[in-house]
T-cell receptor, first 113, second 110 residues
Framework: NAGVTQTPKFRVLKTGQSMTLLCAQD?????MYWYRQDPGMGLRLIHY???????AKGEVPDGYNVSRLKKQNFLLGLESAAPSQTSVYFC????????????FGDGTRLSIL | RKEVEQDPGPFNVPEGATVAFNCTYS??????FFWYRQDCRKEPKLLMS???SGNEDGRFTAQLNRASQYISLLIRDSKLSDSATYLC???????????FGTGTLLAVQP
């Protein structure tokens, strides 16, 4: 079972470059989330989606955009990457309701030089 | 004050030991609580939910104390494979979003 799949797994960018992180889930989950994890900070919610075609801001949305054109996919975009966005990014999904256990992808390690 | 606080550790314990972690939360309206486990350079995985009456899953016991606003995780008969970071997760009252603690690192020694 694939579960939640993130691509790419690693990426190095230069400041100002743009890129898109892809998250795909095959569990028919309604809710999807993007987090970043930094040392000493814990996981912080960037954006989330409660269903196809809908997105909402999380705790740290600045500098990121998202889209949920298909139920199974949730894209995270960085329009102009900054060194402060160097982090490990995790996508997660849950069946219904943000109070349900979340299933995580195995992460994308992003470095901005 | 952070919404969810954990002792970062590390907790270094010998195999077979019993170890307990606490996690405090600030929002008294929080309704759902979980413990996740995260191995080094891996994704978080749900370990167990925490119910008001307390719950047990094998060697793991989770408890909730609403009056003092903390949850706990007890691990009995520690195994080397229990070495990981344990994340406390609380559903925020107003936002209904998961709020993660920074995690407690457990290292079980042979």
């Amino acid at each position: 079972n694939a579960g939640v799949t993130q691509t790419p797994k690693f990426r190095v960018l230069k400041t100002g470059q743009s890129m898109t992180l892809l998250c795909a889930q095959d569990m028919n989950h309604e809710y999807m989330y993007w987090y970043r994890q930094d040392p000493g900070m814990g996981l912080r919610l960037i954006h989330y989606s409660v269903g196809e075609g809908t997105t909402a801001k999380g705790e740290v949305p600045d500098g990121y955009n998202v889209s949920r054109l298909k139920k199974q996919n949730f894209l995270l975009g960085l329009e102009s990457a900054a060194p402060s966005q160097t982090s490990v990014y995790f996508c997660a999904s849950s069946y219904l309701g943000s109070n349900q256990p979340q299933h995580f992808g195995d992460g994308t390690r992003l470095s901005i030089l | 004050r952070k919404e969810v606080e954990q002792d970062p550790g590390p907790f270094n314990v010998p195999e077979g030991a019993t170890v307990a972690f606490n996690c405090t939360y600030s929002n008294s309206a929080s309704q759902s609580f979980f413990w996740y486990r995260q191995d080094c350079r891996k994704e978080p995985k749900l370990l167990m939910s925490v119910y008001s009456s307390g719950n047990e899953d094998g060697r793991f016991t989770a408890q909730l104390n609403r009056a003092s606003q903390y949850i706990s995780l007890l691990i009995r008969d520690s195994k080397l494979s229990d070495s990981a970071t344990y994340l406390c997760v609380v559903i925020g009252g107003a936002t209904n979003k998961l709020i993660f603690g920074t995690g407690t690192l457990l290292a079980v020694q042979p």
